[in-house]
């Protein structure tokens, strides 16, 4: 009997669930479920990071220092457009996206590849500012637990967000002096 009950529960809430992602998405194309399972991911993933560091029992600071703070925003948005943009990081995509245009030096345009699952993966592969939320995280547990190790990977990838901004300061100020 429990078995009976438990199957009609689990019919009514699939049917709320779809009818509340018909009403939501409008007649547009929402993957809600993608996007409940990307979170889902995303809390194990965090509450996997946060029991490595309680069971390293490493303490938690009182509060993030600036300088972390600065080199932690600097450092996850160089690997997030590393990852999520970069031509050659793009074979890690191609499963998930499909490839339209180039985009500024050595990124590309990608679209998410529209089958369900693929689609909201696709989403995330190609958004700097989802992927950022990860990389974040990562830096954060990388910093509590291994904290030299990550500020130097954090460091390298700060002075390639600094190189990658003179090298386009340099493409601008030879353009406009040269006018090509």
Known sequence: MDTMADGRL???????LRRTG???AAGHDRPLGGYLAAMAGFATYTAAWATAVRLRGRPLPDRPEPWDVVLA?????RLSRLLTKASVTSPLRAPFTRYVA?????????????????????ELATCPFCMSVWVASTLTAGQLLWPRATRTAMGTLAAL????????AYGALVEKVTGE
């Open 73 to 77: 925003s600097v450092a996850t948005f």
């Open 102 to 122: 180039p985009q500024g030096p050595a990124e590309l345009h990608e679209e998410a590849q529209p089958e369900n699952g693929r689609h909201t993966l696709g």
């Open 161 to 168: 967000a600094g190189a990658d901004a003179l090298q386009l």
């Open 22 to 24: 018909r009403r939501y």
């Open 10 to 16: 689990a019919g009514r809430l699939n049917g709320l």
